[in-house]
């Protein structure tokens, strides 16, 4: 269900409910364009914020999304992502069953760019991340993720931006770094 949905479940959610979208992670990660939904004393500040970080966003830059999505060519552009991110989820999870096995836990996601993950055996992400960058291979630790208590064994790995064989290179380089 939606956050909207479940949002009925908690009274007064939707004073601070939000949501966000982009198109960064669908048509172009340069092109930095996105939206958000919400009740307008949320909106105003979040508003607040984006032009305290960049001003605005590129009128060319919005022209060019815009004029994009009168085209009528985004249902068949996020096909195309959902079946290439599908695909590279499946292969991320049978390399980290293979390379990995019994040292981490996850859950195969079902939509996204992550996975979500956790090192077994009392294992620090921070430590195994400094070690996979001298492997030449990148993740983020989980631990910032956590609005408290942070898991320290936490990790976040990404499927979105690397192709299949790329995605073996690098689980291939966490085992090294295990």
């Known amino acids: 269900p939606s956050m909207l949905a479940l949002s009925d479940d908690i009274p007064g959610s939707r004073e601070w409910l939000a949501h966000c979208g982009s198109l960064s992670k669908v048509l172009s990660p340069g092109l930095r364009v996105g939206w958000m939904i919400a009740p307008a004393a949320l909106l105003a500040n979040a508003t607040m914020c984006k032009q ?4 605005h966003t590129s009128n060319l830059t919005q022209a ?4 994009y999505l009168t085209l009528g ?3 068949a552009a996020l096909n195309v992502v959902r079946k290439t991110y599908a695909e590279r989820a499946l292969v991320m999870a049978e390399c980290l069953r293979k390379e ?4 981490i836990e996850f859950n195969q996601p079902h939509g996204g760019m992550f996975f979500w ?4 055996e009392g294992r620090n ?8 960058i001298e492997k030449l291979v990148a993740f983020v630790p989980g ?3 956590f609005a408290r208590d942070p898991d320290l064994s936490t990790l976040r790995l990404s499927f979105a931006t690397a192709d299949v064989a790329k995605i073996e290179e690098g689980i291939g380089r966490l085992r090294q770094a295990l």
């Not at 060019?64 to 004029?67: K, V």
Request: hydrophobic content about 50%; charged content about 25%; aromatic content about 10%.
């Open 64 to 67: 060019t999304a815009a004029h």
């Open 73 to 75: 060519r985004m249902d």
């Open 125 to 132: 992400a921070n430590d195994f991340a400094k070690r996979a």
């Open 100 to 103: 990995l096995g019994n040292a």
């Open 143 to 145: 631990a910032p993720f």
């Open 52 to 55: 305290f970080s960049d001003a």
């Open 117 to 120: 993950a956790k090192l077994t």
